[in-house]
């Protein structure tokens, strides 16, 4: 049967320069993927194709296991924050950049003091077409606009200091999802999967629709499926991101499956590598990787989501 391993990781700036704490921050995270050992990698917050290129050669040859012969990355909006990128050892047949794509391309009014042909995408939203075992499917890897901190919300369903934030997360799933609709004539029946740092949570407790999600175009009458909410029972046990400052913990990396992948993958578990975290996430009693720190050195606040799917099922 076709299957193939899949994981998405928010890095927060893979790459970046700076002295031996950065440079353990490198390590802990090749430490994060070595565990995850999928075939297919989506990063996010990579900050240039040669920095994705040291770590291939460096710390993820060193950490052993993982022959990613694949690394592709395409310069983003913001290089501040770090591109959209992929590892893998599955052969890429496409990719390209979506960082273009305009507000006014997509229907939607820009911020007020934004001009309508301005980028809808904060960062990229990277489209890679992969083949597994003689069949295609299609990743679009993304890194939404981030939540602003706001510890006086930290309740409420989107993690936001007013709705600036949150409007763009709006439009950028709004983007996607055109950027799908236009690819194919049913997406529903295509094979396709949205992953990445997307900012916000997807659903409530009770797997529906959050009103007030940045993510709702995404997820709104079945368009596709998100598959944390639909394998983990628990909603407290979908957290992918801690924010140590507020002790908050939140859903904001996603694997959204169109609904013929997802049918085919109702009984996929996937699971979440928590080991890279700082020991303040305390909600994680699990082990950790050597030299983890309360604050730092942590390979990110985010954690991989990793998971098994197949094309038959």
């Known amino acids: 049967m076709p299957g193939f391993r899949l994981a998405s990781f928010a890095t927060e700036r893979l790459g970046a320069r700076g002295g031996p704490l950065v440079a353990e921050r490198r390590v802990l995270q090749a430490l994060a993927l070595r565990a995850a050992d999928a075939d297919l990698v989506a990063l996010q917050g990579v900050t240039s194709a040669a920095a994705l290129e040291r770590f291939r050669q460096g710390e993820l040859a060193r950490a052993g296991g993982l022959d990613y012969r694949q690394a592709l990355l395409i310069e983003g909006n913001d290089p501040r924050a770090g591109h959209p990128a992929l590892l893998g050892r599955l052969p890429i047949v496409h990719a390209r950049s979506h960082a273009g794509i305009g507000f006014a391309e997509i229907g939607r009014a820009p911020p007020i003091g934004t001009p ?4 809808v995408f904060s960062r990229d939203c990277l489209e890679v077409e992969t083949e597994v075992q003689g069949r295609r499917l299609a990743l679009f890897v993304c890194h939404f606009n981030d939540p602003a901190p706001s510890p006086d919300l930290a309740g409420a369903g989107s993690f ?6 949150r409007e763009r997360r709006l439009a950028e799933a709004a983007a996607v999802r055109r950027i799908i609709e236009r690819r194919w004539a049913d997406p529903a029946r295509a094979e396709w999967v949205v992953l990445g ?3 916000d949570e997807a659903l409530d407790d009770g797997g529906r629709p959050l009103p007030n999600s940045g993510l709702a175009p995404l997820v709104a009458d079945g368009f596709a499926v998100d598959l944390l909410a639909q394998s983990i029972a628990v909603p407290a046990d979908r957290w992918t991101w801690h ?5 908050t913990y939140r859903q904001h990396d996603h694997l959204l499956l169109s609904p013929a992948l997802a049918r085919r993958n109702r009984q996929a578990q996937p699971w979440l590598v ?3 975290l700082a020991w303040c996430a305390e909600r994680h009693g699990g082990p950790r990787f050597p030299r983890v720190g309360w604050l730092e050195p942590a390979a990110s606040s985010h954690c991989p989501v990793v998971v098994d799917l197949a094309f038959d099922g």
């Open 160 to 165: 936001d200091a007013g709705e600036g934030p």
């Open 197 to 199: 740092s997307l900012g």
């Open 274 to 276: 928590r080991g890279g």
């Open 243 to 247: 924010r140590a400052a507020t002790g």
């Open 116 to 119: 309508p042909e301005a980028p």
